[in-house]
């Protein structure tokens, strides 16, 4: 099942990677303001995401991924506290499209939430491998300290390498037992396009305060 929606959402992965304040930050172009603005927006999109989890953590298939508690929306906050002082939720702005994102995961889990494995093999997975490269760049380009990154760490578990395996391992088994894989594919589909539309988002906030990059 991972196969297929590897596949369904390649084209969507690589767009991701060259668009928006994600590919601002791959580059090198982004600025502070734009990762504060980008986590700002994340957090309660993982916030809504981890409390759909742990709703059908009973279920036949969201159950099997119970076991991980990845705690991002908490680690978010946390790094938005140190980076952006405790009034963050004020001083920075929650997106239409992060609204949107978020709205979308608190829909799904009013459902039987099996679609909710779709938007964990998004955003997880992405934190254990293209998020490990970001927090590389942001240490670089920030000089960020790991207490401003625990978005990117994951406590208690060394080898990350592995954690990953493991889990892809878990989303396999609670995706092949979803009734329904057509809509869990397309809902992986909308993940990404969700993805896209808040990086877009963000990066035309700070337009103006982007380093000036290759004509772009």
Known sequence: MLTQLYQRTR????QAEKTGI???ILRGAATRDGLLLLLRNLQPVYQALEQGLERHRGS???GLLSGYHFGRAGAIAHDLNELAGCDWT????LLPEGERYARRLAQVADGDGALLIAHAY???LGDLSGGQILRQLLVRSFGL???HLSMYEFPGNLDAAALKRDYREALQRAAAAVSHPEALIEE??????HNIALSMAVRSQLLPRLVPQGGD
């Open 90 to 93: 004020a001083s920075l702005p």
């Open 122 to 124: 998004t955003r997880y």
């Open 188 to 193: 992986g589909a909308l993940a990404f396009s």
């Open 60 to 62: 036949p298939a969201v």
């Open 11 to 14: 084209a969507l992965h690589l």
């Open 22 to 24: 994600l590919a601002a």
């Open 145 to 147: 300290k790991p207490e």
